[in-house]
C-alpha cells in the first residue's frame, strides 16, 4: 500500500522560495510514490485578517502555483481546505480533547500573538485545525519546513491522547524536512525565517518575481564584513545564500565547497541570483499559461474535493461514533 502523505499552505501572501524550498520541491518530489493530498489552508489563514477579495484571489493563484511547480493534479489531489467541510468539524471534535497549556507553549502562536493588537482565538487553536488537516486523511508523512515541526510534534500527542481516551482511531503521521532548504532565512535579515507575512521589500523572494526583481533582492542580501566565502567561517547571511543555491541546483556539498570556497561575496550573489531566477522561469511560464485558461484551476479544485470528501466523511464519521455522538449516515 502507498504511504499517503498530506500538506498545506496558507493563502496568505505571496508564495516564496522558503515555502517552494522547504515544502513544494519535497511535495513534488513524493508524489509518484506516495498518495498525495496538498491542501490550501484558507481557514488557517483567517486566523489573521485577511482583505476577503484579496483571499479569494490568493487561493487562486496558490492553486495554479501549486501545479506550476510540479503538483500533477491527475496524480496528486489539490484540495481547499474550507471547501471538505469535515475539516472545520474535526477541529473541534480535538478541540476537546487538546488541553489549553499545550496551545499557549507554541512558538508560532506567541510570535504572532505578539505581533497582533488582539489575537483572535483562532490563532491559538491553529494547531489544532493542522491535527485535523492532516489526522482527517490518515496521512502518514507530512512533508513541511522546520517551523512546522512543533506543530506535528503537537499533532501526534493529540492523536495519541484521542487514541488513548476513545480506542486506536488515527495513524501516527511522522514529519518529513527536506535534507536542504527547511529553514530559508529572510534576505534583509539572515536571522529571521523568511515569511509571507514579513514587512520590507527585500525580505522574501516570491515565486512570481520577475529575474530582475530577484536579482535586486539577492545583491542587496544581508552577509557579514568578510570578503569571501570561508566554509569555516560562514555568516548567517551567506549561509543563507548557499543554502539557497543548494537547494535549488540539488548540488552535494562537496561540489558546493569545491565551487563556492574563496569566492567573492558579489560573485556568490550573481551566481545564487541566476540560480533562482532560471529555476523559477519555467514554474512562471507554467503559471501564466494555466492562468489564462479560464476555469482551468477551479476544475482542479472541484475535483480535488470531490476525490477526498469521502474519505474526510469516513473519518469524522468514525471519531463521532468513538466519541458517542450521533453519526450521518
Ligand atoms: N522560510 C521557510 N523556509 C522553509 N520552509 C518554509 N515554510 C514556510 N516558511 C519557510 C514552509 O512552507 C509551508 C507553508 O507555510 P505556511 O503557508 O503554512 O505558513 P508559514 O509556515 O507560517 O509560512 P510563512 O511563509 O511564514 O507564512 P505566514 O507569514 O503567513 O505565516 C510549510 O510547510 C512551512 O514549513
Redesign the pocket.
Known amino acids: 500500500m502507498k504511504k499517503r502523505v498530506l500538506?498545506?499552505?496558507?493563502?496568505?501572501?505571496d508564495?516564496?522560495i522558503?515555502?517552494?524550498?522547504?515544502?513544494?520541491k519535497n511535495w513534488v518530489r513524493m508524489q509518484h510514490d506516495c498518495e498525495s493530498i496538498f491542501c490550501i489552508?484558507d481557514l488557517?489563514?483567517i486566523t489573521?485578517y485577511q482583505r476577503p477579495e484579496e483571499l479569494r484571489a490568493k487561493i487562486t493563484e496558490l492553486a495554479a502555483l501549486f501545479v506550476a511547480a510540479g503538483i500533477d493534479p491527475k496524480v496528486s489531489t489539490i484540495v481547499v481546505q474550507s471547501m471538505v467541510h469535515g475539516h472545520a468539524e474535526l477541529a473541534w471534535l480535538l478541540t476537546c480533547v487538546t488541553p489549553v497549556g499545550w496551545l499557549q507553549r507554541m512558538t508560532?502562536y506567541k510570535a504572532?500573538s505578539d505581533s497582533q493588537g488582539t489575537a483572535g482565538d483562532g490563532l491559538l487553536q491553529y494547531p489544532v485545525l493542522m491535527a485535523a488537516d492532516i489526522l482527517i486523511y490518515q496521512a502518514h508523512v507530512v512533508?513541511?519546513?522546520?517551523?512546522?515541526s512543533q506543530h506535528l510534534e503537537l499533532t501526534r500527542d493529540i492523536a495519541q491522547r484521542f487514541n488513548s481516551l476513545y480506542g486506536e482511531t488515527f495513524v501516527m503521521p511522522e514529519t518529513s524536512l527536506?535534507a536542504v532548504?527547511?529553514?530559508?532565512?529572510?534576505l534583509d535579515d539572515p536571522e529571521k525565517?523568511?515569511?509571507?507575512?514579513?514587512a520590507g521589500a527585500g525580505h522574501?523572494i516570491a515565486l512570481l518575481d520577475p529575474p530582475e526583481v530577484i536579482r535586486r533582492k539577492i545583491m542587496r542580501a544581508t552577509t557579514d564584513s568578510l570578503p569571501a566565502v570561508d566554509f569555516e567561517n560562514l555568516g548567517a547571511g551567506v549561509r543563507n545564500l548557499l543554502t539557497i543555491f543548494q537547494a535549488f541546483s540539488d548540488w552535494s556539498d562537496d561540489r558546493m565547497q569545491r565551487h563556492f570556497s574563496g569566492m567573492r561575496y558579489g560573485d556568490l550573489k550573481k551566481q545564487a541570483a541566476e540560480m533562482v531566477a532560471s529555476s523559477l522561469d519555467p514554474i512562471q511560464r507554467r503559471y501564466r499559461e494555466l492562468m489564462s485558461e479560464p476555469g482551468a484551476v477551479d476544475r482542479i479544485l472541484a475535483e480535488g474535493c470531490q476525490r477526498v470528501a469521502p474519505i474526510a466523511d469516513a473519518t469524522v464519521n468514525l471519531v463521532k461514533q468513538r466519541m458517542g455522538l450521533y453519526t450521518r449516515s
Open positions: 500538506s498545506g499552505v496558507q493563502p496568505s501572501g508564495l516564496h522558503g515555502n517552494y524550498l522547504g515544502a513544494l489552508v488557517h489563514a489573521v508560532q504572532k512533508p513541511v519546513g522546520e517551523d512546522q527536506p532548504g527547511a529553514r530559508v532565512m529572510g525565517k523568511m515569511s509571507k507575512s514579513a522574501a
